[in-house]
């Protein structure tokens, strides 16, 4: 289980969240929703540990602060190859690419990360592997011989965040507006996986987004709104189907 | 550096030689023991020669070779070389007496480094300069024999020089003469070592010729001297060096490398030098192509406290292609000065230069190169792209391109890019769980991607694997 108290983030000095607490629990799928500048991304980075978004320290000095548990392991002081070894995977918005580094390489790298000491696939047994699993996706899987999301399309970088999450196997995966710039036959082969794979392996899926289409195939079981760094609401799905009628200017 | 200048005033019989008394000068008594000494006199070139029992035009040569060496300035430009003892130097040591170091004298982290890369035991010991031989006769006699039977000619320069002096002298010096730069006329003249190799017309040899399996006849000398002949329409990929760290107290590599590629040959030639940081490495390498030919010298720069290296292409027949692909790595301490050169002497003729560097921990990185395209190389095309890769802020990477065009009808190219690892590329390949320098040698790794590639399978798993040992060292 993922759980966040009372989460602040600052930002270049200014604070960002401003008290943040949620619950997700293993298997369970969360949507975040909140107008541009909310600061749902921040919640996004902050969780995976970028140096950029610090966490605001309690003023009790004494208390050990505890503002994100994964697991039952505090990840407040852990670096994002430390939160990520405990289970925390992050599927970006706006992925990095990486020239030269293949993406087999790099995924094979990952699975001997995630599978150590000789378990789990042989390299030419994982490579079948993953073309069958890019398939699924709908992912080229002439890709996979190309750099790291080097020339990918908006689309197929998504897919291969996605692919990424199979291979890694998280715990708790937060998909940071996943769908943003994605037609709606990707959207859908997205979403769909990610609802299958939560299931099945009972993953915690935390998915920020703008937009009501993605839970469409990605349910949510529980709704919350973020406005100006606080939560203001949370409710069912209903909620997601509502806002996007009604915009957020209601949610106070 | 400045002791050289006035060099006229310290020994006038330097300067008094001349040929026609040479031979009477040049028989030893038969019993005459080489006792190698620092420094470098007219005796030693002479006796270095004497040794090797050598033609007399070889001896003539040499002696000149010195004469210039005295006469030429130091480089103007690239790295410092102030720290070069020209007379702290053996010159030439008889294999035989070359005296083994001993084990515990080889440092901790080069040890280190060949335990983490895997290198056999007997390896180690070669590449650690403990020992002067290395026990490769199965490996390379059969190779040899197989090669002979193609009509290839593959052994050492010294021996060539015996075996063939018509072939040798036809060649040697005939690309890179003994005035070309003070290194050269030190190669020429105090030269030891290297490779020779001629293959016949259509001769395709399909495997790599490797300096590596014929390391025990002193190959990785200071002052070796390669000969390439590829006749017309062969091919030969010949490589030098290895990835793994060399250890060695001879502070000065000065190497010189001909190559002539035939009409319609093609040569490679792959170097990955990876001397220990104490070694000064000034090389002259330059192949000259004929019409349709191609040459692609594959230059890897990992080691040495200081490189200058420039492999050139003289592009002297229609249609000939020259590819310089360049890596250099410079740490702490190091100066890469690399690049390559191209000259368009015909017409159509094309040439490509790719170099990437990377430098980190305070160390320098410079792509030093020309292109030039004289009148008649009508319709040529040039590119060249540099790419510099700085890890930290105490480091340096310098682009210094010459370009002298003098025919109208030519395109040339220039790409340059100078980028530092990005906080987002890291947080990006950490979040997946990969420690910092982890990250790194993946950001790296891909950097060089594509010339590794073109790297024989075992280089560049090696390459790939230093790389990565050289973070964890500048991270943790």
Known sequence: MMKITNLRVNVGGKEILKGVGLEVKPGEVVAVMGPNGSGKS????????????????????????????????????????????????????????????????????????????????????FRAWIE?????????????????????????????????????????????????????????????????????????????????????????????????????RSGTGELAVKIEKDGYKNEN | MTRFAPIKDTKPEDTNYSPGEYKYGFSMPENYVFKAERGLNEKVVRM???????????????????????????????????????????????????????????????KNTYDRLGIPEAEKQYLGGVKAQYESEVVYGSLINRLSDMGIIFCGMDEALIKYPELVKEYFGKIIPSADNKFAALNSAVWSGGSFIYVPKGVKVDLPLQAYFRINSANMGQFERTLIIVDEGAYVHYVEGCTAPIYTTDSLHSAVVEIFVKKNARCRYTTIQNWSTNVYNLVTKRARVEEDGVMEWIDGNLGSKV?????????????????????????NGQHQDAGGKCVHLASDT??????????????????????????????????????????????????????????????????????????????????????????????????????VKELPMEYSLELNRLINLQMEGSVG
């Open chain 2, 307 to 331: 490189t200058m290296k420039y492999p050139a292409v003289f592009l002297v027949g229609k249609r000939a292609h020259g590819e310089i692909l360049s890596v250099a790595v410079a740490g």
């Open chain 1, 132 to 232: 069958k699993q890019a398939e699924l996706l709908e992912l080229n899987p002439d890709l996979l011989k190309r750099g790291l999301n080097d020339g990918f399309s908006g689309g197929e970088k998504k897919k291969l965040e996605i692919l990424q999450l199979i291979v890694f196997n998280p715990k708790q995966v937060i998909l940071d507006e996943i769908d943003s710039g994605l037609d709606v036959d990707a959207l859908k082969r997205i979403a769909k996986t990610v609802a299958l794979v939560a299931k099945q392996r009972k993953i915690g899926v935390l998915v920020i987004t703008h937009y009501n289409r993605i839970l469409k195939y990605l349910i949510p079981d529980r709704v919350i709104v973020l406005k100006g760094g606080l939560i203001v």
């Open chain 1, 42 to 125: 921040t919640l996004a980075f902050a969780l995976a540990g970028h140096p950029k978004y610090e966490i605001v320290k309690s003023k009790n000095s004494k208390v050990k602060s505890k503002n994100i548990e994964l697991g039952g392991k505090v990840l407040d002081e852990m670096s994002p190859d430390e939160r990520a070894n405990e289970g925390l995977f992050l599927a970006n918005q706006y992925p990095v690419a990486i020239s030269g580094l293949t993406v087999n390489s790099f995924l094979y790298q990952l699975y001997k990360k995630r599978n150590p000491e000789g378990k789990g696939m042989k390299l030419i047994e």
């Open chain 2, 48 to 110: 270095i020669s004497a040794m090797k029992k050598e033609p007399l035009w070889m001896a003539e040569y040499r002696l000149h070779a010195y004469k210039l060496f005295l006469d030429k300035p130091m480089p103007d430009f690239g790295a410092d070389l102030s720290g070069i003892d020209f007379d702290n130097i053996f010159y030439y040591i008889k294999p035989s007496e070359r005296t083994e170091k001993k084990w515990e004298d080889v440092p901790a982290d080069i």
């Open chain 2, 350 to 451: 094309t040439s490509r230069i790719i170099s990437k560097s990377i430098s980190l921990r305070g160390g320098r990185a410079s792509y030093r190169g020309l292109i030039r395209m004289n009148k008649g190389a009508s319709n040529s095309r040039s590119k060249v792209v540099c790419d510099a890769l700085i890890l930290d802020k105490t480091s340096r990477s310098d682009t210094y391109p010459v370009n002298k065009i003098d025919e109208n009808n030519v395109v040339l190219e220039h790409e340059a890019t100078v980028s530092k690892i990005g906080e987002e590329q890291l947080f990006y390949l950490m979040s997946r769980g990969f420690e910092e320098h982890e990250a790194e040698a993946m950001i790296v790794n891909g950097f060089i991607e594509p010339i």
